[in-house]
C-alpha cells in the first residue's frame, strides 16, 4: 500500500528476490511466522522498527541472508525470548563455523539457556520410499543430518550464569520447518519425524 500510496521504493529484502530465490522466500516467510505467533503467545507487539528503516524516499529492510538480526521478547515469568535470523556461531570453541536459519533462544535466570535450532526447508519428499519409512512427506534426508550437525555442533557459554564456566550444548532441539498440509487432521503426530521431536 505504501508503495502505491506514496511511492516509496523498498531497498532490498524479500520484494527484491527473483522468482529463483522462493526458497529463501520461505525462509523470510518462517521467521516472520515465528515473531507473529510469538507475539501472540506473549501478548507483545512485533517491533517492526528493528527491521524497517523509513528513509526520505524508501524503506529499508535489514532482514538479509547471512546478516543476523535479533528480535526481543519479554516473558510474564520473567524470562526472555530472543529469535534470532541467521545467528553466526564461530570463535575458539568452533572447528568449522555453524549458521543456522533461525535460532530461538529461552534465557531463564533459574537455569541454563535452551536454544532451539528452527532450519527452513522449502524442498520435501514426496517419494513413497520416504513416506513409507518416515510415516509422511518431509525434508530430505541430508537436511535432517544437517540438523544433528547443528544440535551437536553448537556449544555456548550462557553470559548470565558467568564467563568463566565452560561452554556446554545448549541446543535443546533442532527442527526443520517446512511446507506441509495434512490430509487426515492430527496423522502427522504419528510420523517418526514428530516422534522424533517428542
Known amino acids: 500500500c505504501l508503495i502505491l500510496s506514496l ?25 516472520f511466522a515465528l515473531l507473529r505467533l510469538a507475539a501472540e ?24 541472508k547471512g546478516r543476523e538480526q535479533t528480535i526481543h521478547f519479554c ?26 536459519d533461525i535460532v530461538l533462544k529461552l534465557s531463564d535466570p533459574k537455569q541454563q539457556m535452551s536454544q532451539f535450532i528452527l532450519d527452513a526447508k522449502y524442498r520435501i519428499d514426496l517419494s513413497p520410499e ?5 510415516g509422511s512427506a518431509g525434508p530430505p534426508e541430508e537436511a535432517l543430518n544437517v540438523l544433528y550437525r547443528y544440535r ?32 487426515i487432521p492430527n496423522s502427522f503426530r504419528e510420523c517418526r519425524l514428530w516422534l522424533a521431536i517428542e
Open 130 to 134: 520416504y513416506i513409507e519409512q518416515y
Open 152 to 183: 551437536d555442533a553448537i556449544v555456548d557459554i550462557d553470559p548470565d550464569k558467568g564467563a568463566n564456566l565452560a561452554p556446554k550444548r545448549t541446543v535443546a532441539h533442532a527442527i526443520a520447518l517446512f511446507p506441509y498440509k495434512e490430509t
Open 41 to 64: 503467545e506473549t501478548g507483545q507487539k512485533i517491533p517492526f522498527k528493528e527491521m524497517i528503516a523509513v528513509e526520505q524516499n524508501s524503506l529499508r529492510i535489514h532482514l538479509q
Open 75 to 100: 516473558l510474564s515469568d520473567g524470562r526472555k525470548l530472543d529469535i534470532i535470523y541467521n545467528p553466526l556461531f564461530r570463535g575458539e570453541n568452533y572447528l568449522v563455523p555453524q549458521q543456522p
Open 7 to 31: 511511492g516509496l521504493h523498498i531497498e532490498n529484502g524479500p520484494l527484491s528476490l527473483p522468482l529463483k530465490d522462493l526458497s529463501l522466500l520461505y525462509e523470510y516467510w518462517c521467521f
